[in-house]
């Protein structure tokens, strides 16, 4: 069974400073991790994919496949990065099962 | 021109009543989902539909039924109505395979009284 794993459920920073929201999976086999963002009362929509190893508006995930780990981080947080974040999962080359993990509402602070 | 579009946005109805909610894709994708965003925001999948396998989460009540009239659609059908039903239901759709994004409906808000 496949599992994705957001600890915090809430997160808070001031404007310019890094941030964090952590992301750990479970899957035996070789996954497709993603990052979601849900800006207030919007439909989500992909931030990015671990496959493409890109920067999108300053935000990185790197996948460490040893800790199992898929955490997106972003050097300097804006106050428009507010939002909910979800990171999310599915078995390679299928597009079967797309798992979503609980979810972090990052709030960045003036 | 939207991907992905339900209807209705909001939907606010007795408890025990029977209701759909209807997913229209227009991009060719063959996989379709709902999901199920609760109060505290956790997002769950509740089916995935690729015109030849659905795939149900166990969790999920048997008063719940995904109707797939053609590829392009996946309406989502309630039976019995309860309170526990109150929530915000996305619709989503993702080609078959590789390593690709799916594409989210604005949603519907139902809220059971």
């Known amino acids: 069974a496949q599992r994705v794993t957001q600890p915090e459920k809430l997160l808070s920073v001031f404007k310019g400073a890094p941030v964090e929201l952590k992301c750990n999976y479970s899957y035996s086999g070789s996954p497709e991790l993603f990052w979601y963002v849900q800006y207030s009362r919007q439909r989500l929509q992909l931030l990015l994919r671990h496959i493409s190893r890109e920067s999108i508006k300053g935000f990185t995930a790197d996948l460490n496949k040893g800790e199992t780990s898929f955490h997106l981080k972003k050097p300097f947080a804006q106050e428009e990065d507010s939002a909910m974040y979800y990171c999310a999962l599915a078995p390679s080359g299928s597009a079967r099962q797309l798992t979503f993990g609980s979810g972090t509402q990052l709030t960045v602070l003036p | 021109d939207t991907a992905v579009s339900q209807t209705p946005k909001y939907l606010v109805t007795q408890m025990g009543n029977d209701k759909s909610i209807k997913c229209e894709q227009n991009l060719g994708h063959d996989t379709m989902y709902w999901y199920k965003q609760d109060s505290k925001k956790f997002l769950k999948i509740m089916f995935s539909y690729n015109n030849k396998e659905l795939i149900i989460n166990e969790t999920v009540p048997n008063r719940f039924s995904p109707k797939s009239p053609d590829k392009a659609h996946l309406n989502l059908h309630i039976n019995s109505l309860e309170l526990g039903d109150s929530a915000v239901y996305f619709c989503?759709?993702?080609?078959?395979?590789?390593?690709?994004?799916?594409?989210f409906g604005q949603g519907t808000r139902l809220t059971v009284v």
């Open positions: 989503a759709s993702r080609p078959t395979g590789g390593d690709t994004e799916a594409f």
